[in-house]
């Protein structure tokens, strides 16, 4: 229990509060790829996804060639909810986080 000038603090559950910016203060904001929501970037979790205008086994075919394909670069932002609701982040074992 701690105590500040006669008030009870409440226990946190993260140091960090959920976020990698450290005590940087405010980001900025992003909207979730999936929802809409806008989430601050140091607690969003980023996917890059690669895209190509060329079916992939003509692709194949392509680079067995020699020829270079583009693909082109597309980040997606997703809010905690949205990335455990599809799949992109997994909750973990309290034996298996970090720094446990």
């Not at 960090?16 to 999936?34: L, N, P, Q």
């Not at 190509?52 to 583009?70: C, F, N, Q, T």
């Amino acid at each position: 229990m701690s105590f500040y000038e006669g008030e009870y603090l409440m226990p946190t559950k993260r140091k960090s509060g959920g976020r990698a910016g450290g005590k940087r203060g405010r980001a900025s904001g992003v909207h979730c790829h999936s929802c809409g929501k806008l989430v601050p970037t140091d607690k969003a979790k980023k996917f890059t996804i690669y895209s190509s205008a060329v079916d992939y086994r003509l692709a194949k075919e392509l680079r067995a060639e020699g020829a270079h394909i583009p693909r082109n670069k597309k980040i997606a932002y997703y809010c905690i909810s949205c990335s455990i609701h599809r799949g992109r982040t997994s909750i973990r074992a309290k034996a298996d986080r970090r720094g446990k």
